[in-house]
Every structure is written in structure tokens, then in C-alpha cells.
């Protein structure tokens, strides 16, 4: 059990170091990648991945438009329809949304690809959300283990959630 979780501001801080830049597309977990919509919209480029599950965290948003008809029979689809804005409760789709990354990890030959406009605040967050939940991460674990492959910085109100969700994780028993 952690004492007393980082604040926000120091997990912002945490944020700040390391690496400044990014790419379309990075492995953060075995088979499990963060992209933008470049990547996400250029299905040969998944297929040269080898991605067999796409996780939208930008559902129905301009230029993150995906589906199920665009990916066609051999990606499987899960699209959540969030907006990278700090009022905006990602929280509800966490669990749902690391139960679908790790069912498709677990899958033979599964590879995930977790996107959103930039790749850097929605999808992120889906994802280090996912490691505190199914890999018992403390956030700033998850943040350390992600950055370690990509540049992220989930907006403040996305950060507060997860801290909420830290805590709610680590409760003693």
C-alpha cells in the first residue's frame, strides 16, 4: 500500500522529465501500442504491425472516426467516445477499456493499438489505466513505465481521475 499518492502537480512533474517528443506510433507494453490518428487511419501500417485490435479513445470524434467497417474482419474494434478535455469523466471507461486490452492480450497473435487525435492525453490515459488495473501499477509506476517508449501528458482532469483511481487501487484490504 502507498501513503499518501503524489499530487497532481508532482505527477505533472513527473510528466515534464524524460523524453519530449514523440512518434505516430510506440510500443509502451509487449503488443501493446499508443498512436495518433495517422496510424490509426493507415491500415496497412497496422497490418505491418501486426495489430489485431484497435482501442479508439476518440470514437466519433473529426479524424478519429473509426469502425468496424473501416478495419474490416481482421481488427477487432472498441471505440470510446471521449473528449481530451479536463470536465470530460474518462474514468467510466476504465475498467471496460482495460478489460477489452487485456482480453485482446490475451488473445493468440494479439496486438493492441490504443489511439486518440495525438496519442499523448485520451489514449494515454486508457492505457496507463490499464497497467494500474490489470498490473497493479501505482500511476506514477505506469506514467515511468510508459514514458520510458513514448512522450504522454494526459490533461489535468484526466491526471485527477487517475490519481482517484490510484488511491481507490490501493486501499489497504
Not at 40 to 68: E, F, P
Not at 145 to 166: H, S, Y
Amino acid at each position: 500500500m502507498q501513503e499518501n499518492p503524489p499530487s497532481v502537480k508532482d505527477i505533472v512533474k513527473v510528466l515534464y522529465g524524460g523524453k519530449r517528443f514523440g512518434n505516430h506510433v510506440d510500443e509502451v507494453w509487449p503488443n501493446l501500442f499508443i498512436g495518433d490518428m495517422s496510424v490509426a487511419n493507415d491500415r496497412y501500417r497496422l497490418w505491418k504491425l501486426g495489430i489485431t485490435h484497435v482501442l479508439n479513445a476518440a470514437h466519433g470524434r473529426m479524424h478519429c472516426q473509426g469502425s468496424h467497417d473501416f478495419y474490416g474482419s481482421t481488427v477487432d474494434y472498441y471505440g470510446v467516445p471521449a473528449d481530451d478535455s479536463p470536465t470530460f469523466d474518462l474514468s467510466r471507461y476504465f475498467f471496460p477499456s482495460a478489460e477489452y486490452i487485456q482480453n485482446a492480450l490475451d488473445t493468440a497473435g494479439g496486438r493492441v493499438l490504443v489511439h486518440c487525435a495525438v496519442g499523448v492525453s485520451r489514449s494515454a490515459s486508457l492505457v496507463l489505466a490499464y497497467l494500474m488495473i490489470h498490473h497493479h501499477y501505482t500511476l506514477v509506476e505506469a506514467i515511468s513505465q510508459v514514458k520510458e517508449c513514448r512522450w504522454i501528458f494526459p490533461n489535468t482532469g484526466f491526471l485527477k481521475q487517475l490519481r482517484a483511481l490510484d488511491i481507490e487501487l490501493h486501499k489497504t484490504s
